[in-house]
């Protein structure tokens, strides 16, 4: 099928559906959206990644992996064991030599049955970069990356979410563990056994932790209309693949959890920015730079999460939207990022407990 007759089917198929989900679709006439070309560079260092075994029945060593210079660790992890536990990241130097780690980044949740709210606690936490430190190891000592891991319970039944970015000037031998509330995680490694994975395998060391995202041209509003960048679909924006330390075996990261996403834009003229979730529920968090200005965005705001109210789509409309066509209907839901004109930039990262995939849509601010 070429793209003239995919685009008829497209359209005669949207509003078919939205005749059946909306009473008021008759009013509402679906607007073209045509996907901007981008190009797509992966930087950084590594991303370590553990959320599997997601549901941790017992303690262990949830994942561990060495790593030198600038690394991220994502853990996201949920006591099943029926009791109190404590989950911490544990940074131990392997080099032979006095080593240090400085933080650059962190967010960290308190423990909840609320998921999509653990999750946008922790973006935001992230997004705000508010958390720096600087961790001093003597050869072959181990330390707590944060003291707050230390001092937190996670109850049975909750999770727990973080993400912090540091900087290893030797190796470091990083450990995510679960252990009793009354143990010293330090010296629970002298014994703790590596708890194997669970069925979706979401967990991994992650080459080229960051991923940028540039338009190939600035955007004109006036001429490009309403436009969007698609997210974490794995269709055009690849899941990483990577290696579980602990056994050798090829992983992928089915969601990009940990990548950090640099969105790099540029526009001709003053340009309205919004952020729709296309898989279902979305809680999570964006950082803008503009000129001078920064700041954080919650998405959605005002409320915990959007997206639940989205209406299923056909699989034409997905496959079409991948090959750059889509309709902005009367069913989607979405979260302003604010206007700019210019060059802005944000910092995304799909969030823990959300739906993927997102899109990024750029249109004429009238």
Known sequence: MNLTRKICALTLALVTSLATLHASAKTFEPLPMHSLPVEVEDTGGTLIFSDSPEYVKQNGILYTDVVEGDARVLFYHLNDSGFPKKIAVVVENVSGKSNTVEITRGGFSEPSENYLQVGKDTQLSYMKNNFHGKIRLAAGERKILHEKMNSTTVDAGKLVYGVYDFHAKAPVRVYVLMCSPYANPTKFLDYAQILPRDEYQLRGT????????????????????????????????????????????????????????????????????????????????????????????????????????????????????????????????FCELGSYSGRVSFDFSPPGASNLPVHIILMPTE
């Open 206 to 333: 992650f080459k080229n932790m960051n991923r940028v995202f540039r338009l190939r041209r600035a955007y004109n509003p006036a001429t490009d209309g309403i436009s969007y960048v698609l997210l974490a679909d794995d269709a055009t924006d690849l899941y990483k693949r990577g290696i579980d330390a602990t056994d050798g075996a090829e992983v992928v990261n089915a969601g990009n959890y940990g990548v950090k996403y640099i969105l790099d834009f540029k526009t001709r003229a003053m340009t309205r920015f919004v952020l729709s979730p296309l898989g279902g529920t979305y809680a999570g968090a964006m950082r803008f730079v503009y000129g001078k200005n920064s700041g954080v965005i919650p998405t959605p705001r005002g409320r915990l999460f959007f997206g639940d109210k989205t209406p299923p789509e056909p699989e034409e409309v997905q496959k079409a939207r991948e090959e750059g066509f889509a309709l902005w209907t009367e069913g989607m839901e």
